[in-house]
């Protein structure tokens, strides 16, 4: 058994903790932290209640200089209260550098046009969304051109100058492992919301169906979230609606006409049975109904 706090960054715990009123000041803060395992395995013997205290207090300054607390309390018994962005980020369970990274495409794409493409790839891009589960060969980082082919993809679409997508299109540099297989996951998930056959993105991907589905559901929780920071953040309903709709197909793996047949309020069909029938002529709810 292994203590899992000692080197996880507290501010993760430190803001579910002040959501969910567990702790409202930096003392229950520390006093909570001295009760877990790692304060009564570890840090019991290594720290002192200063040194605890000190860390805490770090992890709300990290926490209120990323907005997500009212204001840094002033003692350690002062009352501590989440902005609505921090309450979304702790109901949504991301993490904090996840949300800020989340919260800065936001922001930009608040007030623009953005494509599929621009959102899969910044959510690909963060801590949480990167998927070490999706083979990447050495071969395909060298020779296998996602990175180009995302660009040409994309070369249409407007991009927010600071977002992930921006950055990577007007890069002349070697990009980075992970940028290339940010690239590949976006690649394969436009894809397969565009209903291509399974075993074709297998194969052009050189990836598995588990793979697909993992990175489907990954990324589809993370967009949810940036809808709720939309909201947090005062966003329009529209710009928040969209990203609600696109997570919530995301998993199922259809267009936006065919999704109403994948829904849980709809039939709950499986995607090859809606693909089916939308190449039948049938991909909506309404057409359903009108059959015999």
């Not at 919530?248 to 994948?262: F, K, N, T």
């Amino acid at each position: 058994i292994e203590p899992r706090l000692v080197d996880e960054p507290l501010e993760d715990y430190v803001l579910r903790l002040v959501a969910s009123g567990q702790c409202r000041t930096q003392m229950q803060l520390c006093e909570f932290l001295e009760r877990t395992l790692s304060g009564r395995w570890i840090w019991a013997e290594t720290r002192s209640r200063d040194e605890m205290l000190s860390r805490t207090r770090a992890a709300v300054h990290r926490c209120a200089n990323y907005e997500l607390f009212q204001a840094m309390p002033n003692t350690d018994q002062a009352a501590i209260a989440t902005t609505p962005l921090g309450f979304a980020v702790a109901t949504k369970g991301v993490t904090v550098d996840t949300a800020r990274s989340l919260s800065v495409w936001e922001k930009g794409a608040r007030h623009r046009e953005w494509g599929i493409a621009d959102v899969l790839y910044a959510v690909a891009s963060t801590p949480e969304g990167r998927m070490t589960q999706v083979l990447l060969t050495t071969w395909e980082y060298d020779e296998a051109g996602y990175v180009a082919e995302l660009k040409e993809r994309t070369r249409h679409e407007v991009c927010d100058g600071d977002g992930p997508l921006a950055q990577l299109r007007v890069s002349r540099l070697q990009p980075f492992f992970e940028e290339v297989r940010a690239a590949k996951v976006t690649l394969f998930l436009l894809d397969w919301l565009n209903q291509v056959p399974m075993r074709t993105i297998e194969d052009r991907y050189n990836t598995m169906g588990g793979q697909i589905v993992s990175a489907a559901t990954q990324l589809s929780w993370l967009i949810d979230a940036i809808g709720a920071i939309a909201i947090a953040e005062g966003g329009s309903g529209n710009h928040a609606d969209r990203l609600a709709r696109l997570a919530a197909r995301l998993p199922s793996g259809v267009r936006e006409d065919v999704s109403s047949l994948v829904s849980p309020e709809g039939p709950g069909l499986s995607r090859g049975e809606a693909i089916d029938l939308d190449g039948a002529g049938f991909s909506s709810l309404e057409a359903l109904a009108d059959l015999s």
